[in-house]
């Protein structure tokens, strides 16, 4: 069946240092993969984007990369601020017409001032 | 992107009771998609709400437990029946999110979620 693994359920940084958390997947061809932020008590708000055919995507401080061969993501955030402390969620889209995603369970981040 | 408005937002029901979550969107809208969160696990999609038609549920999930009504384009409510304290959990609204820029792939935009907790 289709899994996918985040890292880890949480992950501490200092203020200033580089984020890296990581989605890996099994079972599965998606078409794409999408990163969400959830901060608590609200929903999951739609981050990035990145395509299988696409190796890199970036937004401001934002870098998500896809290795199809490894059936991983990595979603970076550069010069990390106290206000980036949230839960971050991948989740894989098949594509070809369907609405379908599959989520993992998220990465509580916290950036330590 | 669409503004999402969900009550209640958070509930503190008895065993055996129902309770009904209402999702209303600032604009029309054709898939509505209710997406279950309970604690330490991922989201979970219920059901797929379209105006006019049944919603279709997703494996594991049953239309006597999960009663979902789409009367509009713009409004769906989703009824946890019979609860158990296994029905705690967080329950999500979504739609797609048009604009995005992104042909081909199911952005989703969230409600904040109504958070139930069954005693």
Same mark, same amino acid.
């Given at each position: ?9 949480? @992950? ?8 890296? @958390? ?26 990035? @984007? ?28 550069? *010069?990390?601020?106290? *206000? ?30 | ?11 503190? !029901? ?5 309770? %009904?979550?209402? !999702? ?5 809208? %054709? ?12 989201? %979970? ?33 989703? %009824? ?12 999500? !609204? ?26």
């Amino acid at each position: 069946s289709q899994k996918i693994e985040q890292n880890s359920e949480a @992950l501490n940084i200092q203020e200033g240092k580089t984020a890296t @958390l990581t989605c890996n997947y099994t079972n599965y061809s998606p078409a794409y993969l999408q990163w969400y932020r959830q901060d608590p008590g609200r929903g999951p708000v739609f981050l990035l @984007l990145i395509r299988e055919n696409e190796k890199e995507k970036r937004k401001e401080r934002l870098k998500v990369t896809f290795d199809t061969t490894l059936k991983q993501s990595l979603f970076h955030i550069t *010069a990390s601020q106290p *206000a980036d402390s949230a839960t971050y969620l991948c989740a894989l889209g098949s594509g070809a017409g369907s609405y379908q995603l599959t989520f993992g369970k998220g990465t509580k981040l916290s950036v330590i001032p | 992107s669409a503004v999402i408005s969900q009550k209640p937002s958070r509930d503190i !029901c008895q065993r055996g009771t129902s309770l %009904t979550i209402q !999702c209303q969107v600032d604009s029309q809208v %054709t898939m509505m998609f209710w997406y279950r969160q309970q604690p330490g696990q991922s989201l %979970t999609l219920i059901a797929t709400a379209n105006q006019g038609s049944e919603a279709t549920y997703e494996s594991g999930f049953v239309i006597d437990k999960f009663p979902i009504s789409r009367p509009n384009l713009t409004f769906s409510t989703l %009824t946890v029946s019979n609860m158990s304290p296994e029905d705690s959990s967080i329950y999500l !609204c979504s739609v797609s999110s048009p604009g995005t820029g992104v042909a081909g792939a199911n952005v989703l935009t969230f409600g904040a979620g109504s958070r139930l907790t069954v005693l």
